[in-house]
Each structure stands twice: as structure tokens, then as C-alpha cells.
């Protein structure tokens, strides 16, 4: 069965630079979320997507941004990039309020 | 072996033994619960769910508990094995309408041979 596709896989970036993640849900799915888990942490919820327009927000900073394209594929836009934003970052997606599913999750590391 | 609050971040148990790991959740409103395994470097994987209209649900070898009335969540898994080990963590539906769920603090399971 098809998953939730992240790309990159691993990012290395420098401190103030820009990166962005992509994520394809699984089709057919109507929702997606980013999360953010730093090093021995839960992941953190940051932003939700419902059929394409922003539904939900949580501890997302004003530096990122997201969003959902008309082919459901979503992307996080990070800018002037601090240390503390190296984590794994998860994109998920669910349909019709059911289970949500995960991507392997995107490394990012600043340095 | 048990997990015992929020607190105890690990849970060490012997291969074969039951495994219990406790969650307790804030949101009086929640009512859609689920139980992720994450293995280290991988995205969390979905174990097992339950509506709030149930106490009890069973899968292979995993049994989730909900107690509404203490807002308390629990996974015990039977006969554990190595392949066991991983973080869990319960997430909680917040009652938003699109499902918005947020995740409690996992806890680390180890399954000694």
C-alpha cells in the first residue's frame, strides 16, 4: 500500500538559510500534518492542512510556513533557519478523521 | 512490567513478560485515542485505536484500556518480544473537526532477552 512520501530524506543547512520539505499523503487522503521531534522529544504538532486550506496551528513559528497544493502534496518552508530547528520533521495525512499515517520523516540538521 | 504517569520516561521489561504502558490525557473532549511505535530514526507507526465510546479494544497481541472517568489511557502487550523495543506514545484527538491529534510523552520500552 502507498505511504506517506517525504523528500529529503536528510538536509544539512546553514544558520539563516531556507529549506524546504515536501510531502505526498497517501492518496485519497484529505489531511495533512507536519510535526516536528527534536532529540528524545515527542513529536510537535505545527500546522494542518484540510483539503487544502489551513485547519489547525499549533507551536509553529512565524519563520515556517506551509502549504497544500491542489495535487495534495503539501511543503514546509523554513527561513533564516536556527540550530534549534535541526529535528525530524513528519508529515502525515488521514482520511475522514480516521487513523493518521507517517512518513519516515525528514532530518534536518543546521549548523 | 509497568510505566507508571508521564514521568517515566522508560520501561524495561523480560522477553515474555506483559508489558503495560500508562497515558494519561487532558482533554475531557477527546474521543478518538491512538497508540504509535516508533523504532529510533523512523516515523511513528500505528499500533492500535479507540473511540470513547469503548473501554477495551484488542489486536494481536495489544489491548488498549481507556478509563474516561480519569482521563487515562493504557497499552499492555502480551508476551513481549525484542522486536518490541521502541518509544510509544499515546496521541489524543483534540475534538477538533478535522482531527487534529497531539501526542503525549513517550515512553521508552526495552525488552531484555
Known amino acids: 500500500a502507498a505511504g506517506v512520501i517525504q523528500s529529503p530524506r536528510h538536509l544539512i543547512k546553514e544558520k539563516r538559510e531556507t529549506a524546504t520539505l515536501k510531502c505526498y499523503p497517501i492518496p485519497r487522503h484529505d489531511t495533512v500534518y507536519w510535526y516536528q521531534q527534536g532529540p528524545g522529544q515527542d513529536p510537535q504538532f505545527l500546522i494542518s492542512?484540510?483539503?487544502?486550506?489551513?485547519?489547525d496551528k499549533g507551536s509553529i513559528p512565524d519563520r515556517f510556513s506551509a502549504q497544500q497544493f491542489s495535487d495534495y502534496h503539501s511543503e514546509l518552508n523554513m527561513s533564516s533557519l536556527e540550530l534549534g530547528d535541526s529535528a525530524l520533521y513528519f508529515c502525515?495525512?488521514?482520511?475522514?478523521?480516521?487513523?493518521?499515517?507517517f512518513g519516515e520523516g525528514s532530518w534536518l540538521t543546521v549548523v | 512490567g509497568e510505566s507508571v504517569g508521564l514521568h517515566l520516561p522508560t520501561l524495561s521489561v523480560q522477553e515474555g513478560d506483559n508489558s503495560i504502558i500508562n497515558c494519561a490525557y487532558s482533554?475531557?473532549?477527546?474521543?478518538?485515542f491512538i497508540w504509535y511505535k516508533q523504532e529510533s530514526g523512523k516515523g511513528p507507526q500505528f499500533i492500535i485505536d479507540i473511540r470513547s465510546n469503548m473501554d477495551k479494544r484488542q489486536g494481536q497481541r495489544v489491548t488498549v484500556l481507556l478509563n474516561k472517568t480519569v482521563k487515562h489511557l493504557s497499552l499492555q502487550i502480551a508476551a513481549t518480544q525484542p522486536g518490541d523495543s521502541a518509544v510509544y506514545f499515546c496521541?489524543?484527538?483534540?475534538?477538533?473537526?478535522?482531527?487534529?491529534?497531539?501526542f503525549g510523552a513517550g515512553t521508552r520500552l526495552t525488552v531484555k532477552p
Open positions: 496521541a489524543e484527538n483534540k475534538g477538533s473537526r478535522n482531527n487534529d491529534m497531539r
Open positions: 502525515a495525512s488521514s482520511r475522514g478523521g480516521n487513523t493518521i499515517y
Open positions: 492542512f484540510y483539503e487544502k486550506m489551513q485547519s
Open positions: 482533554n475531557s473532549a477527546s474521543d478518538y
